[in-house]
């Protein structure tokens, strides 16, 4: 086994990034034992490649008591140990979460929203985090549990924007990296790491899977991780292009007027299935129109064709709905 | 629950089935619980619309020894009460399976050589075999262990061609019926059967899925059969259109002459990914080239892009080859 950071880190493909790293790079790094490896092997990549320099993030949940501090020395020893600049937060998610709210959606959003700010505050164009290939096949799994289209088998993006109206991307160097690999190399270099501050985050559904479901399907093919992450990175790749199709058409046939929008029932028909249900996926994923799901396009679906579905309507929640007028599909706001 | 044959044959999809019963009807019935209920189910439906009478087909693979004898008389006593005609054969697998062979893979292919021979003989259009939608879900799961992509996970179709050359159809009315109700059917009406004899074709990667895996994913979502299923259903409608983008693209662009076949370079290379992808797999399933998998579609990807790459070559299986030449890719027989 190699131990250099050019064989864990996705070299190749980083290297077709455009403006990665120069462009500046946050270093999202929680002190466990996967983003203090990442920090290592990138600091040691871009420090090779007379790269600037990383900065290093860092945000305490308020989740750990005291260990929570000893997470953030060693991230700031680290960094300082490199010649890096580091941004330590403190937030305060049990206070944040209101009853009834998921305790991990909300960690995710404060952590994401803490490390665009950081990356904006410094016009650095990316924010990279430690995002494993067993990570993947975790998610790809998951997905697969709860219920999902090709949509949701895409799992992990290896680089997508952080969010609407920020030029910041995520990026995941570690994307095709095994656990096992960054263990190694870890070992070999000696980081220092603490025990996984993100493992907090791990919902019991994510832990019963890789302590228990994993291990069973590694008996059945030891490559199980590898092949779950290729069909991620094939399954993006498919879905991509059927929702440009998608897309595509909208533009072409949607007609939008006073907060209504309508689609033209003989072409939707038109289309082949699967064009037809993104198309209608995407029309109820747009901001005016968030609440409709799987269920309400397949309900959408039966208005489409019989002649006797004329007026018919589908209620979406929030008060929307959907009405079939005689030659158009139109979607109303509350 | 209901207990009637319509609630657990898929009728509202069996109706859309051009010909189905009408054309003629073989069900494939092994003597165990999920094809004696099929058998009663399409018995019942059948009578209930005055369709033609079902045949009933029952292969003896030569594998169970005396209980093969009870297997086949179990299933020619009910077609008899039934009053409906009945072909029993008997194979001998064991000794048609050469040293090294797969005793699955063959027991298959005897079976539906079996089945297509009673259709053809019988002028019946239609195959109709017991897959339930648990055998879906598990094969859903065993693609996914193996390494898959979209295609893989289209899984067992609903309807499809038994073979090339042949116009019976092969048809699945259990597909979207799990194994509890068609077990609560079968008490209901006092289906007989036999321990399944079809188990001996469940491979230990399948029995595995079924009693270990499953049931620990059923704890995150008691739905998840149906969840996997679905899952299917679409990965089918979604790689049956990029199917058809990829063999159009070639209907325009393949040139064959004496044996080769050529594609220009610069086209593919204008492909969006998924097509280009699709369109290299189809090249090498094509009966000339049949070993090209995916790694060999990795391959050829590497030689399309670069200059230098001009007079490269992929080797494929059996002295097979493709050849980058200047502004084409060429596949040649051995």
Same mark, same amino acid.
């Not at 131990?3 to 493909?13: C, D, G, K, M, R």
């Not at 206070?95 to 009834?100: A, D, E, I, P, R």
């Not at 046939?253 to 699967?274: D, I, N, T």
């Given at each position: 086994?190699?131990?250099?950071?050019?064989?864990?880190?996705?070299?190749?493909?980083?290297?077709?990034?455009?403006?990665?790293?120069?462009?500046?790079?946050?270093?999202?790094?929680?002190?466990?034992l996967?983003?203090?490896t990442?920090?290592?092997?990138?600091?040691?990549?871009?420090?090779?490649?007379?790269?600037?320099?990383?900065?290093?993030?860092?945000?305490?949940?308020?989740?750990?008591?005291?260990?929570?501090?000893?997470?953030?020395?060693?991230?700031?020893?680290?960094?300082?140990?490199?010649?890096?600049?580091?941004?330590?937060?403190?937030?305060?998610?049990?206070?944040?979460?209101?009853?009834?709210?998921?305790?991990?959606?909300?960690?995710?959003?404060?952590?994401?929203?803490?490390?665009?700010?950081?990356?904006?505050?410094?016009?650095?164009?990316?924010?990279?985090?430690?995002?494993?290939?067993?990570?993947?096949?975790?998610?790809?799994?998951?997905? !697969?549990? +709860?219920?999902?289209?090709? #949509? $949701?088998?895409?799992?992990?993006? /290896?680089?997508?924007? %952080?969010? =609407?109206?920020? *030029?910041?991307?995520?990026?995941?160097?570690?994307?095709?990296?095994?656990?096992?690999?960054?263990v190694?190399y870890a070992q070999?270099?000696?980081v220092?790491?603490?025990?996984?501050?993100?493992?907090?985050?791990?919902?019991?559904?994510?832990?019963?899977?890789?302590?228990?479901?994993?291990?069973?399907?590694?008996?059945?093919?030891?490559?199980?991780?590898?092949?779950?992450?290729?069909?991620?990175?094939?399954?993006?790749?498919?879905?991509?292009?059927?929702?440009?199709?998608?897309?595509?058409? !909208?533009? +072409?046939?949607?007609?939008? #007027? $006073?907060?209504?929008?309508?689609? /033209?029932?003989?072409? %939707?028909? =038109?289309?082949? *299935?699967?064009?037809?249900?993104?198309?209608?996926?995407?029309?109820?994923?747009?901001?005016?129109?968030?609440?409709?799901?799987?269920?309400?396009?397949?309900?959408?679906?039966?208005?489409?064709?019989?002649?006797?579905?004329?007026?018919?309507?589908?209620?979406?929640?929030?008060?929307?709905?959907?009405?079939?007028?005689?030659?158009?599909?139109?979607?109303?706001?509350?």
């Amino acid at each position: 086994m190699k131990f250099t950071a050019e064989s864990i880190l996705n070299v190749t493909w980083l290297r077709q990034v455009a403006g990665f790293p120069s462009a500046g790079v946050v270093v999202a790094v929680s002190g466990g034992l996967d983003s203090m490896t990442l920090l290592h092997a990138l600091h040691t990549w871009c420090g090779d490649n007379r790269a600037p320099d990383l900065h290093v993030a860092h945000l305490d949940h308020g989740l750990r008591g005291a260990a929570a501090a000893a997470d953030a020395q060693l991230v700031a020893e680290t960094a300082a140990q490199m010649g890096l600049d580091w941004t330590v937060e403190r937030a305060d998610i049990p206070h944040l979460v209101t009853s009834g709210g998921n305790l991990e959606a909300v960690a995710r959003q404060v952590r994401y929203a803490f490390l665009r700010r950081t990356a904006e505050r410094l016009g650095a164009a990316f924010v990279a985090t430690a995002h494993t290939k067993s990570d993947q096949a975790e998610t790809v799994l998951l997905r !697969l549990v +709860r219920g999902t289209s090709l #949509a $949701g088998l895409t799992a992990i993006a /290896p680089l997508r924007p %952080l969010a =609407a109206g920020t *030029p910041v991307q995520v990026i995941r160097p570690f994307l095709n990296t095994s656990r096992r690999q960054i263990v190694a190399y870890a070992q070999h270099h000696g980081v220092r790491f603490r025990e996984d501050a993100t493992n907090h985050d791990l919902s019991r559904a994510r832990n019963r899977l890789r302590h228990r479901v994993l291990p069973e399907l590694e008996q059945l093919n030891p490559q199980v991780g590898s092949a779950l992450a290729r069909l991620a990175a094939q399954a993006r790749e498919d879905q991509q292009y059927l929702m440009e199709m998608a897309q595509s058409w !909208l533009e +072409r046939h949607a007609r939008r #007027a $006073g907060g209504r929008l309508a689609l /033209p029932v003989m072409e %939707l028909l =038109a289309l082949p *299935p699967p064009i037809r249900r993104r198309v209608l996926h995407a029309v109820a994923q747009q901001a005016e129109y968030p609440a409709v799901a799987s269920r309400h396009v397949a309900a959408i679906e039966q208005i489409l064709l019989p002649t006797d579905a004329i007026g018919k309507c589908v209620e979406l929640t929030g008060g929307r709905q959907v009405r079939r007028i005689a030659d158009a599909l139109v979607f109303t706001q509350a």
